[in-house]
């Protein structure tokens, strides 16, 4: 079986984030057009100079301010020396067009206002917040309707998202300075993702000095960014008389043990629901789960339960502290607190990721709990294991090619991998919590005698709305990962049925064609 690339749809731009800093362009026109691109120019930090015989109110002003530089005249050739970039926005459509063909032959970029066919570039539609710049074109199709789609992404972004990213850029100038070796970006990096990736943007945007300070002393002691309090996830005091094997104080359960789920108030009974959060979309919740994170009084939850999930709730949302290696701990630390809310007769909400009974350790939970007298009531969840691909476009059966499938986790109880059966051509793998161990599980089913041009997906996210499959083969997946980068939480799917649906699922309105890798041809 020959393998194919994916071909290019062509038609599209190649778009950039163009540094213009201190660069010099040179504006054609003084009337209102000119003006908008006077102030894109400025908001990019260039050297702005406008030919034009008269000026438009704002362009007076921004004269006035010695903002720009203003030649009041007509454009001459010699404009063009010594010029980064040319934008025209004049009515004479012959002399836009006889400025665009001089700027062609010297090489410089221009842009003539509604002269799309002498354009190297054009311009985008776009919203600003901080340091945050949102894009959207529609390669001169729909102008009009670019603007739309423009306002309906920017009203979508959480509240704060430009104070997140300012706040996270002098978080992150602070780690340069504290540990500025090249050969530790490494360990930045992953650092800053996961902080990124597992704190709500609500929550980055009220950073404040103290709270960077403490961001840089966890970086610099290497923990793990949740184990940081902050206003939605502060942990009360526990008592601690030993420490795990890790060297961090594991907390003592002080709950009293209670018989048949008496509160030892000598009031209402303590109410327990342990519930699936499913893959991450809130429209994918069961109704039932909907319903009991209504009525919790207080919901303790998975580290990476999407914040859309969380949005649903209006009580207390307490995430279990995570130590970096100390998975035990941070399980003990909600079992703790569980305990305390359930003895003070409260509704407490367990809010698991995907669904708690597959790799969820549910039901350790419902036995942990049944010994202080709790019985659980199970609300579950679709789980990533089967619903994750499907949202993604592959199915983990198909009719004549895959009648069977293997669920595993790549993150058994003590890290190891998981035992694969030989190859059969008819069954699917789906490995979760196994992505960063990626290299190993190839080398895993290479050993098993899983064929190099069997095909695997990396499912990245499924459920939220940047969902994204990565497709490959066994022997291309790791350098595709590799190059495109993997978005966490994710899971692989290695089986024929990765590609059954291919053509319509890179159509899919989650999917970015850009990064679905490679993907062997049927």
């Known amino acids: ?110 842009n003539a206002a509604d002269i799309n066919d002498l354009c190297d570039f054009w311009f985008m539609s776009t919203h600003r917040d901080h340091s945050v710049q949102i894009a959207v074109s529609t390669n ?37 300075e ?49 184990s940081i309090d902050l206003a939605r996830n502060v942990a009360p005091a526990f008592s601690s008389s030993s420490s795990s094997s890790s060297g961090i104080p594991s907390p003592m359960l002080q709950a009293k043990t209670v018989t048949n789920g008496d509160s030892g108030t000598g009031g209402k009974r303590g109410r327990l629901i342990l519930v699936g959060a499913g893959v991450g979309d809130p429209e994918l919740l069961t109704v039932r789960a909907h319903q009991s994170l209504k009525k919790g009084d207080i919901v303790l939850a998975d580290k990476l339960i999407p914040e859309p999930v969380l949005d649903i709730v209006n009580c207390e949302i307490y995430t279990a502290r995570k130590f970096p ?63 994750g691909p499907g949202l993604c476009g592959v199915p983990v059966t198909h009719r004549g090619v895959a009648d069977q499938v293997l669920v595993m986790s790549g993150a058994n ?3 190891d991998l998981p035992s694969v059966p030989s190859y059969t051509a008819t069954r699917t793998l789906v490995i979760l919590m196994a992505v960063k161990r990626l290299a190993q599980v190839v080398g895993l089913l290479q050993e098993t005698g899983h064929p190099a041009d069997l095909p695997v997906a990396i499912v990245e996210r499924a459920g939220c709305a940047d969902q994204r499959t990565v497709r490959g083969t066994l022997a291309t997946i790791i350098d595709t990962v590799e190059r495109v980068g993997h978005n966490a939480p994710g899971l692989i799917v290695a089986g024929h049925v990765v590609n059954v649906l291919s053509d319509v699922a890179i159509q899919d309105r989650y999917l970015d064609p850009s990064t679905l890798g490679l993907h062997s041809a049927e």
């Open 1 to 110: 079986m020959a393998e194919t690339f994916r071909d290019p749809q062509g038609g599209g731009s190649l778009i950039v984030a163009w540094q213009a800093k201190k660069r010099i362009i040179l504006i054609v026109g003084g009337g209102s057009v000119a003006a908008g691109r006077v102030f894109n120019a400025l908001e990019a930090d260039a050297q702005v100079i406008v030919v034009a015989p008269g000026l438009c109110a704002e362009l007076k002003y921004r004269v006035s301010k010695e903002q720009i530089a203003w030649h009041e005249r007509k454009f001459n050739d010699t404009d063009l020396d010594g010029v980064d970039m040319v934008l025209t926005a004049i009515g004479d459509a012959q002399e836009s067009r006889r400025i665009a063909s001089l700027c062609k032959e010297k090489r410089i970029p221009v």
């Open 140 to 176: 001169s199709k729909a102008p009009r309707l670019a603007n739309r789609i423009r306002r309906q992404i920017a009203s979508s972004l959480p509240r704060g998202t430009g104070l997140a990213v300012e706040q996270i850029g002098r978080l992150r100038k602070r780690i340069r």
């Open 178 to 226: 504290v540990d500025p070796k090249p050969e530790n970006s490494k360990r930045r990096m992953t650092w800053l993702t996961q902080l990124c990736d597992y704190w709500p943007i609500e929550q980055l945007s009220k950073l404040d000095s103290d709270n960077i300070d403490d961001l840089l002393d966890a970086y610099v002691k290497q923990s793990d960014p949740q």
């Open 325 to 387: 290696g100390a998975a035990t701990e941070a399980q003990d630390d909600l079992y703790r607190r569980g305990l305390e809310e359930l003895g003070k007769g409260k509704t407490v909400v367990r809010l698991k990721q995907g669904d708690p009974f597959v790799y969820g350790r549910g039901g350790e939970e419902v036995l942990f709990f049944r010994k202080y007298g709790y019985e659980a009531e199970v609300v579950p969840g679709l789980s990533s294991a089967i619903n």
């Open 413 to 415: 109880r003590n890290g």
